[in-house]
């Protein structure tokens, strides 16, 4: 028993910030940031909360799926950008929609989409839940450093939801962790209030080369091992969802793993690198745009802050 994912949802902000907009902010161009990375434009949070972002996901993916709030056993929102530290996002979600379940957080930062359907599997196949929404929402606008071009060219806001029952649909899931605060980090004002230390607010830091490294051999072998593990060749997957941080990462991937280009879905132009948000807004679009048919294998692989990545193979057979 594992799930099978009933209907899909997503919302970006209505802001849009384009290479060319950013190009009057820091010294960068258009041509580099296409010709680094793939992305052209991104989407920024301004005026709209975390809650209103994942609340509208949420409704769309539960009227996607025909579940009405009152049917979920369970909430679940994969996020490192929350409103309030407590709350937790999961438990606005819950109130906002008008569910009666239990909610929480997951935070494996860009991978948290995939950590919290394994959650989700587990709490469906020991019985707990029959129903469960996993929302997976990012807004690091927040945490960026917009004077820095290393970083600020790269992330935008967005993410969606799924709603899950119990089924069969999942057909494999694998989670790693390899704690690094060095290459990726978003710091935490941990400085005691008693300390003689003034607070100065910290961003996003991030080492890009080495995180590129990891991304690419972790894609590699995580793929490698869903198809060793499911007993799938690499010719019978359909579509591969990879976390949208940078076409060239995409592409490194694909190329060492032989597999045709049409396979890797991207949407990564448009909105950049939504962390635990890019999967689950790609996964929308497919649904929605009629790309996705049913009984086809999908793959769907993230990286990111922990170090962390997640990993499944799923079949595609929602509820319409
Ligand atoms: O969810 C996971 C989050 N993170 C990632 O996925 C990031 C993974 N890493 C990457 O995507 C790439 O490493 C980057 C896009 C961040 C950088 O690309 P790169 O090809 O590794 O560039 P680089 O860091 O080696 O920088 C090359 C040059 C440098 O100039 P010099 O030293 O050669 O003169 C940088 O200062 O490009 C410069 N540069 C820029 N130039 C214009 C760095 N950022 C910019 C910029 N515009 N925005």
């Given at each position: 028993m594992s799930f099978r994912i009933l209907g899909t949802g997503s919302v970006v902000p209505d802001r849009s910030l384009s290479n060319n907009d950013l190009a009057g902010m820091v010294d960068t161009s258009d041509e580099w940031i296409v010709s680094r990375t793939g992305i052209s434009s991104r989407r920024i949070s301004s005026g709209e909360t975390m809650t209103d972002l994942c609340v509208k996901s949420s409704l769309l993916a539960l009227e996607n799926a025909e579940v009405?709030?009152?049917?979920?056993d369970l909430i679940i929102c994969a996020t490192?950008?929350?409103?309030?530290?407590?709350?937790s996002q999961a438990s606005l979600i819950q109130s906002e929609i008008g569910a009666t379940c239990p909610a929480f957080d997951v935070n494996a930062a860009c991978s948290g989409f995939i950590y919290a359907l394994d959650t989700a599997s587990a709490y469906l196949s020991s019985g707990k839940a029959s129903k469960i929404l996993v929302v997976a929402y990012d807004s690091l606008s927040k945490f960026?450093?917009?004077?820095?071009r290393n970083t600020c060219v790269l992330f935008g806001d967005g993410g969606g939801a799924v709603v899950l029952d119990k089924g069969?649909?999942?057909l494999g899931i694998n989670l790693t962790s390899e704690g690094n605060a060095e290459i990726l980090n978003i710091p935490c004002?941990?400085?005691?209030?008693?300390?003689s230390e003034t607070v100065t607010r910290q961003f996003l830091q991030m080492n890009g080369q080495e995180v590129f490294k990891f991304a690419v051999s972790r894609i590699v072998t995580e793929m490698k091992k869903l198809i060793q593990n499911c007993k799938v060749?690499?010719?019978?997957?359909?579509y591969v969802l990879l976390h949208q941080a940078n076409i060239r990462i995409i592409n490194a991937a694909r190329q060492r793993l032989g597999m045709?280009?049409?396979k890797f879905m991207s949407n990564l132009a448009r909105y950049g690198n939504t962390s635990a948000g890019s999967i689950p807004v790609l996964l929308d679009e497919l649904n929605r745009n009629g790309t996705l048919r049913k009984g086809q294998i999908l793959a769907l692989i993230a990286f990111g802050g922990g170090l962390t990545t997640g990993a499944c193979l799923l079949r595609w057979d929602p509820a319409k």
């Open positions: 009405s709030p009152d049917e979920l490192i950008c929350g409103d309030y530290i407590t709350p960026v450093d917009w004077t820095d069969d649909d999942l004002h941990n400085e005691s209030p008693f300390g060749s690499a010719d019978e997957i359909d045709p280009e049409g």
